[in-house]
């Protein structure tokens, strides 16, 4: 079975622009959560989508959105990049809802703000 | 390769010796606790959990223990081989809402 994918795997923006990332769970599982992993703050908590609905959320500013769609993958918006957007921005999936669900997570998109 | 943190807390091991990663958690009504290994370029892995309910839990060469009382939890890795060089983070939740990863230890193996 096919891990969780992430596109792209790298990605250069400015300042000001936007960018769309793309998470594919591994077929059947039903949630997706996103993460931002920097090396001062760590791994932090975006969201958690299931059944194309936002569950849980994170502490990030409204710059940070996402979806889902009816197969599950999952898209994250960040609007008016700052350098500190600068990250590894990791998707996992599960089966189903939840933190206790064992999440699989994918290879990340590496964001670099200039 | 991956560079997860400036400044982790970083342990160093012989190649065939036992390691022990230590974790504090923040939380006391944690009650739900996960280890990940995170190999440089890829996304943390799965290793092993634990519910507050139990204070010891054992997988294929990893042991994790639970101490509630001081809110420490450890990962034990029996026979460190190489491939076993990762960052290693704690997460803990409550009430299934979301993961709060800890910092992170750097696992280094010395042939």
Known sequence: KAGVTQTPRYLIKT??????????????????????QTPGQGLQFLFEYFSETQRNKGNFPGRFSGRQFSNSRSEMNVSTLELGDSALYLCASSLNEGATETQYFGPGTRLLVL | GESVGL???TLSVQEGDNSIINCAY????SDYFIWYKQESGKGPQFIIDIRSNMDKRQGQRVTVLLNKTVKHLSLQIAATQPGDSAVYFC???????????????RLTINP
């Open chain 2, 26 to 29: 923040s939380n006391s009504a």
């Open chain 2, 91 to 105: 997460a803990e939740t409550w009430g299934a809402q979301k993961l709060v990863f800890g910092q992170g230890t």
């Open chain 1, 15 to 36: 300042r000001g622009q936007q960018v769309t990332l793309s998470c594919s769970p591994i077929s059947g599982h039903r949630s997706v959560s996103w993460y931002q």
């Open chain 2, 7 to 9: 400044h982790l807390p």
